[in-house]
């Protein structure tokens, strides 16, 4: 069933020195609200549990730049942050990381969110992919099981929060 959602977007072109993979997750909310909580490239940590806080310079459009503020435990305190692609028509973010303290050099990720319906009810399937440096001293397998540790937790927490709010009504999109 996700073979039909893997679009162009995810499909990574990774060199000899980079590792690609993509996370699936499916979600018991609508797409309405997954998006809205995807494509706050503002506003991260409204569902990414290692993210404390962030800020955006200027205008929320392609080319912005943000300043992600990482919660401890993790080998990083800060990450700076491109956004690539915003389509809301086709509910695409692209993300690159261009900056900060941690070894995801060449980081980039697409993340599509597509309406389902499972058992006659709205679901969402969120796909991320990503393709990054391997930093020194690691292998592919290592760092794919890295991100891929990242993003499932990121999706999980996604879920949680999108079916929280879908139990809560209509108003908890805003």
């Known amino acids: 069933m996700e073979a039909q959602y893997i679009c162009r977007y995810h499909r990574h072109q990774p060199k000899d020195n980079q590792c690609s993979s993509s996370v699936v997750k499916h ?8 998006w809205s909580l995807v494509r706050r490239f503002d506003q991260p940590q409204k569902y990414k549990p ?4 962030c800020t ?3 205008d929320l459009k392609i ?4 300043e992600v503020n990482v919660k401890t435990g ?23 990381f261009v900056g900060g303290d941690h070894r995801l050099k060449n980081y980039s990720s697409i993340t599509t969110v597509h309406p389902e319906i499972i058992n006659g009810r709205p679901v969402t399937l969120v796909i991320e992919s990503f393709v990054v440096d391997v930093p020194e001293g690691n292998t592919q397998d290592e760092t794919c099981y890295f ?3 990242l993003i499932n937790c990121n999706l999980k927490s996604l879920a949680d929060v999108s079916e929280r709010m879908a139990m809560q009504g209509p108003s908890s999109t805003r």
């Open 27 to 34: 979600i018991k909310a609508p797409v309405d609200i997954v």
């Open 50 to 53: 290692f993210v404390s806080r």
């Open 56 to 58: 955006v310079q200027g």
């Open 63 to 66: 080319g912005s730049v943000r």
């Open 74 to 96: 993790l080998p990083a305190t800060t990450s700076t942050e491109m956004l690539e692609l915003l389509d809301d028509q086709e509910h695409i973010l692209g993300v690159k």
């Open 147 to 149: 991100v891929n540790a």
